[in-house]
């Protein structure tokens, strides 16, 4: 139960330690092998360290790489000679032992695994990876303490690794101990997870405190919401929670469960008839689609949420209408109202939607009123910057993209706006205009460098030396994209 492949990606993460530490080593197949490796041409890779081992070459580095392509093509016996041929050569190597005893521990030679680990980590105590394959090994040797003070040792190496968390709160589970597996388990969710989804995965692990097993079923969901793929993560928890689970008689009748599963469908910002169905099966009392919006509102969902529901509608029926799949562009405009008329950003998709009826100018008109009601929201603004730009009049277009950015609250929220004034400016030849709008972007969004630097419009801008020498100062590539 703990998590499988010990010596998988996760688990031979000691590569990158080694960094591929060439060492002056000048030989031309192993010169040519790392070039290979580092390309991932891994077949042809194997090929070079192979001949370069062949005609003699016992280097450590060199026999390392080649046990983990062995490995990776699952070739075990193979792998294990490399490691133990580069332990004969560097004895007081922990990642060599830790090789070898992950591998052993692939073979089931357990007692031999153990021994191995133990040496990696008597080499480099704080070996967190070496503890934690240790704990895996003592746990399927029914060694349950040991594995469990394995694990925790891992830990102080590593406090915010995934997997140990992940492993520690499996074996509480296992030994029967629930609110300590519950524990861990939300510690390992909660690692590094984006700040805004915190109260949702909070309540959700709350809510199945006393069902470990459901959450174990979630958590590679959960972990996806740290980085950039938390849509689709959101997609797909809804699919499986409600697919597989709404009809559980606990959770259909909790109203919590219900709210939580609203919002993580709003989350997941995709509009197709599976998440519709989600929402239909929430709502189950409701008698048609577009009730659904007012069951979703019952659930006693925050202000943007409820925003978003009515986005989320909108556009479902609008898009779907555009593809003649059973939508309706009034049902789609009565929900963008709805969205505007809770003061959320819908303008500029509703703009689309009444274009199609009302004309550029008719619709114009009817935001130059909205503007007049809600005279602090920038989203009017800006939506009345962008109408005016597809009419063809670029002062006035300025005029509203600059109202709607001195009333943002946030540089992420005018990120857009500021773009599309900077190019405005450039074709109006307001350089000076440009060049402070640019120095902005350069400062607080420095990872828009690159796409600053290959546009043919703003490259006359990059004739002033300010402005270039703060494209330049610093690595085109952000760290967290290296």
């Known amino acids: 139960m703990e998590l499988k492949g010990i010596l998988a990606v996760l ?3 000691f590569i990158l330690a080694i960094e591929f530490c060439f060492c002056g080593y000048e030989n031309p197949l192993v010169v040519k092998a790392d070039s290979l490796y ?5 077949k042809q890779a194997h090929l070079y360290y192979k001949r370069a081992l062949d005609e003699g070459i016992k ?7 080649e046990g983990l392509l062995l490995y990776s093509f699952g070739k075990i016996e193979e792998a294990l000679n490399c490691f133990e041929e580069a332990a004969r050569i560097a004895p007081d190597s922990a990642e060599t032992w830790y090789g070898l005893g992950s591998l052993y521990e692939e073979m089931g030679k357990r007692d031999t695994a153990l021994r191995c680990l133990k040496k990696a980590v008597t080499i480099q105590p704080d070996y967190h990876d070496a503890w934690n394959n240790l704990g895996v090994v003592y746990r399927r040797n029914g060694m349950e303490k040991k594995a469990l003070e394995a694990y925790r040792k891992a830990l102080f190496g590593s406090p915010s690794d995934t997997i140990t968390l992940y492993n520690i709160a499996t074996l509480f589970q296992d030994m029967g101990k629930t609110d300590s597996a519950w524990y861990y388990y939300r510690k390992s969710a909660m690692i590094n997870i984006k700040p805004r989804y915190i109260g949702f995965v909070d309540s959700l692990l709350l809510l199945l405190r006393k069902n470990t097993p459901l959450i174990e079923e979630i958590l590679p969901y959960l972990w996806a919401l740290k980085d950039k793929s938390s849509d ?14 709404i009809a559980d008689s606990t959770l259909k009748k909790d109203r919590v469960f219900k709210r939580l599963m609203a919002q993580a469908i709003l989350n997941s910002n995709i509009f197709d008839e599976r998440m519709i169905d989600c929402m239909s099966k929430l709502c189950e009392d409701s008698t048609s689609r577009v009730d659904i ?27 779907r209408n555009q593809y003649l799949l059973r939508g309706s562009e009034e049902i789609a405009r009565e929900y963008y109202k709805k969205c505007i008329d809770l003061g959320c950003n819908c303008y500029k998709d509703f703009a689309a939607v009444l274009i199609r009826k009302e004309g550029l100018d008719g619709t114009i008109k009817i935001f130059a009123k909205y503007a007049e009601k809600a005279s602090d929201l920038p989203y009017i603004y800006s939506a009345l910057g962008y109408l005016y730009e597809a009419k063809g009049d670029t002062e006035m277009a300025i005029r509203y993209l600059e109202k709607a950015l001195d009333l943002y609250k946030t540089p992420d929220d005018s990120l857009t706006d500021t773009i599309e004034l900077l190019k405005l400016y450039v074709k109006t030849r307001r350089t000076d205009n440009a060049k402070g709008i640019l120095a902005w972007i350069l400062k607080n969004k420095p990872e828009l460098r690159r796409y600053i630097m290959f546009d043919p419009l703003l490259e006359p801008l990059l004739l002033d030396r300010n402005l270039l020498k703060m494209v330049l100062d610093e690595p085109i590539i952000p760290e967290d994209e290296r």
Do not use: Q, T, W
Not at 38 to 42: K, P, T, W
Not at 59 to 65: A, E, F, G, I, P
């Open 293 to 319: 919006y007012h069951c979703l509102v019952g659930f006693g969902l925050n202000p943007d949420s409820i925003c978003e529901a009515a986005r989320f509608l909108a556009s479902y029926f609008f898009y």
């Open 38 to 42: 580092l390309l991932g041409r891994y």
């Open 232 to 245: 689709s993560a959101f997609y797909k928890m809804v699919n499986h929670l409600i697919g597989n689970h």
């Open 11 to 13: 688990i031979f993460l």
């Open 59 to 65: 280097d450590y580095n060199v026999l390392v790489r």
